[in-house]
């Protein structure tokens, strides 16, 4: 995951099931007339929020989460769950790792669970 996307890989039966979460950070439906940083960084911030909360609407549904991608979004999204108490009962581990290609995200899922 990073701060753009995020891809849901379920891991059933050694069964990949996989599905993406687009972040729609930065889009803008109406162009902005103004060159005012702080309303730009409060709507990025406010769509980066937005971002996250449909993550957990996902996340909250499993026992076993493991986060992982090249930037800080995977421990940005974390510090935000540990707060939410809807997921004290989900186990949630984060791994650094550098960009990978679909099947590399596959493997690393595997290893990571069929440990």
């Known amino acids: 995951m990073d701060h753009s996307m995020a891809n849901l890989i379920e891991l059933t039966n050694e069964n990949i099931v996989a599905n993406t979460i687009v972040a729609q950070v930065g889009e803008q439906d109406e162009p902005l007339n103004t060159h005012d940083e702080s309303m730009i960084q409060n709507k990025e911030h406010n769509e980066l929020s937005a971002y996250y ?37 989900v186990k949630i581990e984060v791994r650094p790792s550098d960009k990978m290609t679909e099947n590399q995200q596959h493997a690393f899922v595997k290893d990571y669970f069929l440990m």
């Open 53 to 89: 909360k449909r993550l957990g609407e996902v996340i909250k549904d499993y026992d076993d989460v493991l986060l992982f991608g090249p930037t800080s979004a995977k421990s940005e999204l974390l510090n935000i769950l540990k707060d939410d108490h809807h997921f004290d009962n």
